[in-house]
Antibody, heavy 124, light 111 residues
C-alpha cells in the first residue's frame, strides 16, 4: 500500500523560503521509473503542477517557478523535500505530493497516489 | 497558469450521461496521453483515468475516456450523486524541457 504525507509550516512570511517534506511508504525512490511530484491548489482554484523528481535524480520544474523551486530527495529516509524561495501571498495554497510509478510493462502512472495535502499560508 | 481548457461547469440528473471536454495543443495532448483526476469536496485529488482511457483498479466502468488530436473527453454514464466533484484533465507538455499541464477544472453538479 502506497502512502504519502506532506509536512511543514502552516504559516510563512513573504520573502521567506517555504520548505515542505513529503514522507512516503510502499515504494522506493531508488527503483527505476519511480518519481515524486508536487502540486498545489490555491483556495477555490485549480490544481497547479510544481515539479517532479525522478529515481535517477533528474528533475522537471514548472517553467513559471523554475528560478524559485528546488526538489531534493533522501532515498534512505523515503523523503522528498520542496523548497520554494521568496514566497508571496499568491503562493498560499494546499500543497500535495503524489507518486509516479512505472509498471514492469512500461506503463507510467503519474500521480496515482496522493498525500492528504498541507495548507500553507503566506502572510506577514 | 492552466493551459488545458475545460468548461467551468457541467451538470446532469441521476442516470444521465455527462461528458467533460479538455482542449490542449500539439505539444501536450497532441503528443502525449491524458490523465483525469476527480476531486471530491474537501479531499485530495484521485486518479480517475490514465493513458487516455485506462481506469485504475477500483474506478467504475461508468467512467470512460477518449482522445482525438489535441482534445480529450471524460464521459460519466449512469450519473450518481456521489459523482458530484471537480474533474481535472492533465497531460505532459514537451516544451520548455518538459512539464505537466493541468486544466482549469470542471465542477460537476448532479441535479
Amino acid at each position: 500500500q502506497i502512502t504519502l504525507k506532506e509536512s511543514g509550516p502552516t504559516l510563512v512570511k513573504p520573502t521567506q523560503t517555504l520548505t515542505l517534506t513529503c514522507t512516503f511508504s510502499g515504494f522506493s525512490l531508488s527503483t527505476s521509473g519511480v518519481g515524486v511530484g508536487w502540486l498545489r491548489q490555491p483556495p477555490g482554484k485549480a490544481l497547479e503542477w510544481l515539479g517532479l523528481i525522478y529515481w535517477n535524480d533528474n528533475k522537471r520544474y514548472n517553467p513559471s517557478l523554475r528560478n524559485r523551486l528546488t526538489l531534493t530527495k533522501d532515498t534512505s529516509k523515503n523523503q522528498v523535500v520542496l523548497s520554494l524561495a521568496n514566497v508571496d501571498p499568491v503562493d498560499t495554497a494546499t500543497y500535495y505530493c503524489a507518486d509516479r510509478q512505472t509498471s514492469i510493462f512500461g506503463v507510467v502512472i503519474s500521480f496515482g497516489s496522493w498525500g492528504q495535502g498541507a495548507l500553507v499560508t503566506v502572510s506577514s | 497558469q492552466s493551459v488545458l481548457t475545460q468548461p467551468p461547469s457541467a451538470s446532469g440528473t441521476p442516470g444521465q450521461t455527462v461528458t467533460i471536454s479538455c482542449s490542449g495543443s500539439s505539444s501536450d495532448i497532441g503528443s502525449n496521453t491524458v490523465n483525469w483526476y476527480q476531486q471530491l469536496p474537501g479531499t485530495a485529488p484521485k486518479l480517475l483515468m490514465y493513458y487516455n482511457n485506462q481506469r485504475p483498479s477500483g474506478v467504475p466502468d461508468r467512467f470512460s475516456g477518449s482522445k482525438s488530436g489535441t482534445s480529450a473527453s471524460l464521459a460519466i454514464s449512469g450519473l450518481q450523486s456521489e459523482d458530484e466533484a471537480d474533474y481535472y484533465c492533465a497531460a505532459w507538455d514537451d516544451t520548455l524541457n518538459g512539464h505537466w499541464v493541468f486544466g482549469e477544472g470542471t465542477k460537476l453538479t448532479v441535479l
